[in-house]
């Protein structure tokens, strides 16, 4: 059943009809409500069932024998309240027999004049007599309702228009010892009908206000004495909060509710139109968790056991916004706001946030068992799938974007892994891989010597980048050492090709030109230090060289392999001949990270990882100068450059100044951060496999260089944007359609092959329940999916979207709000 | 390593030079005249069978070309076996006489990787060429040359994706803003009149080569479907909901609006939604005449060309006259354990090119479709430990097609000597002796290009003495 409109729009165009009429007709306002006593029916109401509440006074038309106590009507079926509401605004009568229907309108200004009489709720007999129909019929362009018993008015206005909104109830066609007639009358000045048991009312109207008696449309059932004696129940609603009154904030909705009678059943809490939650006993409480921001309207509604509805007074609240400061650090910081982590960081602020998070345990990968190189012949399925494939170390990650407390640590881990580059392509046995990634984990809040030298060691890189089994020149003519990993640990992982000023820009020598960092005798005088390392001895053998693959614990060293020839490294820093390979390798590590390229080529990349493609040098500058010295003399101090990357005030503030401004979320952080974003259950099966469509395929980048160049610059434009190089038109259309999967779709089912698999699913439950006013559903989906950053022709291209899909879809009207909302580029850039 | 995207130099450096304005500026006189509408390309004719496709195959990761192409000649193969030793794991054994094949002209002996006899075997019938020690200049450069640095090196030698990248662009030094394949379609789009699906294509993602300075390549999917999940089908009357849907996406996306990273965004997003209706048909299509040439093979580089092969087939549908095809083959970063990937490299991409050559006949377009393939680099002569090599310079490309001129060896073979004559130092990094502009701008020259064309293609072509290389003729 369709609810009476209510909303303000309409009430607009009641006043507009009623003002044609008093143009037509001649009757005044003032002369229906005032001049002449006025027919107003809910005095009478009130004042013949004894009601105390609203408006007590005088009435001309105070008649007791309209609700005369009758012998109870011999009923067939349920017999339900049929109330009568009023409109002082726009003086109509409005009957319903859903309850909450009429305790919401008060809202509205409507006031319950209380219940009338009673209906049959369905079909059935009174007084042995077959009930008919009591049909209700909405005029979508007039605003009003309409009742009638005769099936052929009722085809005939739906015909014309009128909207058939089912049966109100069932009445009875005749007379019968325990029914009253319903009278229909018409006013022709103001076009308005009235229904009525109330032989003096109609008398009244009738001889004295120029109204039309139409006629008897049924018989209906007189309300009982006690249910004439009742007296409804008083509420009031009252609401705290625990936190500020902040985007996410828990809410406490008390109501205070009293009856005369004692009997109260039933309290329903609405906010606005929206049921938060119903009690039927004392207290009347609900909790109130991760509310939206914007006006709340909290409203209780009082039921009594004799049918007597009553609304308390709308109790409003503003929830305010999340400031975008706040939004704009947890997008930073982590897979995506929370409520949770948006009250936490609102109320201790960002630097606070910051520093907990910094300082938070890790949330690890779960250990994985160590595995022969060669797959035993018994490990197949799940144990190949998880042991010799990064399935499940993928999963793994997935679920900890969604779960982890320590979301800051997963981001900064998940930039290094893009820097520090191993792949699946080139070993996917799971527990190396696994073994790589939580050493980042581990080392992401530490001292980025640390990562370098740890990182060069670990034997999953070894392998990638061929560090592994490097061997001395046999001679000057034979095989030579293996450049890969020395080019690699200067091109990507620590100092890059350009010489670099503090702020990220580059050197210029006297030509103008810029300066190569280093030169190919570097590499060649690095290649030889990294020579004489193999993978750690497996238990039970012996430490050789080119030893058994396994990647537990660090590589070793087997010195009769290490070229002990003097080497010039950087900025002609020579390392003498002799040099066993550990401390060889301590002192070009710590050769290398003495450069002064690796402040600004770090801090630049973690920014963009974390913050913004397109860093000011200024910015740059100001967080390599903190790598450089963390203010205690100590250089390469992570949390310190993680710090002061998230709280530099080009990172901070409500909106970002340059349009410029941030950076596209590449695929892995998109799905993430949409389900978590979201609040979707997930295994993370889904999420990675629709990744690897966008061209993300996770830990298993096509080569050293990560899945995309750190300096990408988006083609037709000046801007950098890394994430650019993987998004391209096929890619742009598998986005969108990850959107349509989440929504449409209903997501991803339970991959019934792996064991616990949940599948990854949006609950959808909240925005259909709301999908019956699109402005209220695209509201929503602004403050949770957006924090209220969607700009007006978003909000109203999208509207106009839902508005095309049927009202009774709300499922489908909800897909398309929150697909539109996902697929947009306001969305899948971060900013 | 597989396919890398290739980046380019820090823009911030430059920060106040950048867009059209700044690429123009780098091109110098040629690019002016021609962003100002002058000295415009060659009138493409426009006649049914007026119709050319290039592919550029890339080699990701620096393929070994001393492993691809290698003397037969006793005493040139001796040559390379002693540095390629057997002990170095790398060496490519001489196989019998019935391998070996004999270049126009000079009637030197030459042999394929064993895994390539599709290459043997049309360099036989005179449809593939080898250009030899062809990379990356900025102008012709000896050993001493380089070595006293006298004449300009390209910046970044060695370096995978500045070597890359080089090789799109055809430009060794600054600022790379286009690739070649790119600056040919800007000239040459007139041809394919108002078509919705630009002139350059890859199969292989964002790529430098196919984005030109006033056009951009569209990255497509070897196959499925291209196109937004729910939007109205081809045929059928679309729902209101549906229309309406696809509507928002327009007015969302504000396609272009946006000065920033979002703008960007739904730029991109907009050339693939102009683009779907007429490309999904063709990528979700299951038939194509050109199936059979393909038939049990399914490798990455296959499945390419086939999806090139297919969109050939389509050209009418299209309306295009001019293609310029992307596809790449990733894995040739064989710093270790050589022999054994490129067992599997070179096998899938021999079959591959082979079936997509005979797709061409199918097609009847033989003749006019030329694949070229490209890498980073060439890899070092000297083996490196673990039985592999290391980033060079100077490679060997091949070129198939029914229009090459095939059967022949182009250009400068390197003298295997380390230290030698070629080399760049002493681990066998050979200098190229044919330029990247050169061998591109013969293949320009073949698809269409005016000699006013080449200016704006290849800014830097004034530097060398011949603008053709002769293998198209």
Redesign the interface.
Known sequence: MQQIKTDSSALIVKRTVWRKSKVGGGVTEAHLDQATPPPKLSRIAQYTRGVVLGIVGFSAFAVSTLYAPQALAQVSGEAVMRYRVYSPTGKRHFYSTDKNEVGLLPQSGWQIEGPIYKLLKGTGSIDGVPAVPLYRLYSPILFKHFWTTDPAESAGLTAAGWVAEGADGYVSPKKTANTVPLHRLYLPSVREHLWTTDENEKTVLTTRAGWIFEGTIGFVIPLSAAELANRPPVAAVEVSASTALVTGASLTLTAAVSDLDNNVTKVSFYDGYSLLGTKTSAPYVVELTNSRFGQRNFVAVAEDSLGAVKSSTVYPIEIQPIPQDIVRLLKQSSFGPTPATLQEAQTIGAAAYVDAQLNMPITPYPAYAFMPQNKPDSCIDACERNNYSLYKLQNDFFINTQTAPDQLRQRVAFALSQIFVVSGNEEQIAYANRNYQQLLFDLSFCNFNDILYLVTLHPLMGRYLDMVNNAKATSPTGVQPNENYARELLQLFSIGIWELNQDGTYKRGADGNPIASYDQADILNFSKVLTGWTYPTLAGSTPRFNSPTNYLGAMVQIENQHDVTAKTLLGDVVSPAGLAAQPDLRRAIDNVFAHPNVGPFFSRQLIQHLVTSNPSPAYVGRVAAVFNNNGVGVRGDMKATVRAILLDAEARGDAPADPKFGRLREPVHLTASFARTMGAATDGIYLKNVSAQMGQNLFYSPTVFNYYPADYVVPGTNLEGPQFGIYNATTAFTRANFFYQMTFNNGSNADTGVAGSIGTKIDMTALRSIAGEPWRLVDRINSQLMFGSMNAQMRNAIIEAVNAVASTDVAGRANTALYLAGQSMQFQVER | ?????????????N?TA??VG?AVQRLGLAGLSAAAGFGSSTAIAQTANDYKALVCVFL??GNDGNAMVLPYDQAAYDAYAA?R?V??GINVARPDAAQAVTSNGDGKQYFFHPNLGAFRDLFRIGKLAVQSNVGTLMEPLTRAQYVARSKMRP????????QTAQWQSSTS?GDI?SGWGGRIADRLTSANGDSAVPLSL?FS??QMFG?GITT?L????TNG??????APAATGTPS??Q???M???S????FAN????????????K??LD??ALIAPITSSTTSAVRTSFTGINSGIANQLYAVARMIEARQTLGHKRDIFFVSQ?GY?T??GQPGAHANLYAQLGAAMLAFYQATLQLGVANQVTSATMSDFGR?F?????A?T??AWGNHQVVMGGAVQGGKVYGNFPVHA?GGVDDA?N?GRWIPTTSVDQFGATLSTWFGASNSDLDYIFPNLNRFASRNVGFMG
Do not use: C, Q, Y
């Open positions: 390593m597989s396919n890398i995207i290739v980046p380019r130099r820090n823009f911030l450096a920060a950048l867009g700044g990701f990761g540095v030793t002990a170095s910046e970044n030698l060695f370096s995978h994706s500045d030094r803003l890859s993602g964002s984005n951009s569209l990255a497509l999917p479907n291209f196109g937004i999940a729910g209101a909901a229309l309406a849907r509507s928002a996406i007015k969302i996306n504000g946006d000065a920033g990273m979002a703008g960007a965004g739904a730029t991109i997003f050339r693939a683009a779907s990733g970063d710093h270790s070092t000297k083996p490196a430990s673990g592999g290391d980033h380390l130092g681990e």
